[in-house]
T-cell receptor
Framework: AQKITQTQPGMFVQEKEAVTLDCTYDTSDQSYGLFWYKQPSSGEMIFLIYQGSYDEQNATEGRYSLNFQKARKSANLVISASQLGDSAMYFCAMREGAGTASKLTFGTGTRLQVTL | AAGVIQSPRHLIKEKRETATLKCYPIPRHDTVYWYQQGPGQDPQFLISFYEKMQSDKGSIPDRFSAQQFSDYHSELNMSSLELGDSALYFC????????????FGSGTQLSVL
């Protein structure tokens, strides 16, 4: 079974609008972490935001927020006030277990295109 | 702030050749991860090291080996290269004290001709 599912292969959003990128996960661990990364066409993998399974508040980092619904096992990324520079591939990833050396498992990504 | 440094940025090799990719983690980060991302695919975990010891192993071919040195930098050695090894190879690092902050380097684009 897929551990991370991103059901939107591609999304369009108009500049200055908000957009939500979906991510659901599957784990039986009590302790886990959820990450979002941005990968522009230049290829680098840019860390955006992190949510721990025990964090009670939804994570926020500037224009990025993570809508964490633990019971539904979803960790959607919300980008507010979209900018042209937000056009990129976005990956949701999960780290299972409490060990700090545990690996990330990625979803298949969502390609976001911001239009004028 | 210092980031994860990978070298080289681009590498072109022929089939059956060898390649060595280098990764310099963020200062005070003790854990290094290697990922392989094929064209249009999500990153796949290869191997990780914690405090210079291998901590986890993923879908790394036997032709590949890696290690983490005393200064915490890591090298991925790839031998008998095949066309299918052409990919973007990422290194990431994190610290045991702040494990949720996992940062990636810019990657090494390997092309096998």
């Amino acid at each position: 079974a897929q551990k991370i599912t991103q059901t939107q292969p591609g999304m369009f959003v108009q500049e200055k609008e908000a957009v939500t990128l979906d991510c659901t996960y599957d784990t039986s661990d009590q302790s886990y972490g959820l990450f979002w990364y941005k990968q522009p066409s230049s290829g680098e993998m840019i860390f955006l935001i992190y949510q721990g399974s025990y964090d009670e508040q939804n994570a926020t980092e500037g224009r990025y927020s993570l809508n964490f619904q633990k019971a539904r096992k979803s960790a959607n990324l919300v980008i507010s006030a979209s900018q042209l520079g937000d056009s990129a591939m976005y990956f949701c990833a999960m780290r299972e277990g409490a060990g700090t050396a545990s690996k990330l498992t990625f979803g298949t990504g969502t390609r976001l295109q911001v239009t004028l | 702030a210092a980031g994860v440094i990978q070298s080289p940025r681009h590498l072109i090799k022929e089939k059956r050749e060898t390649a060595t990719l280098k990764c310099y983690p963020i200062p005070r980060h003790d854990t290094v991860y290697w990922y392989q991302q094929g064209p249009g695919q999500d990153p796949q975990f290869l191997i990780s090291f914690y405090e210079k010891m291998q901590s986890d192993k993923g879908s790394i071919p036997d032709r590949f080996s890696a290690q983490q040195f005393s200064d915490y930098h890591s090298e991925l050695n790839m031998s008998s290269l095949e066309l299918g090894d052409s990919a973007l190879y990422f290194c990431a690092s994190s610290t045991g004290e702040d494990g949720e902050k996992l940062f990636f380097g810019s990657g090494t684009q390997l092309s096998v001709l």
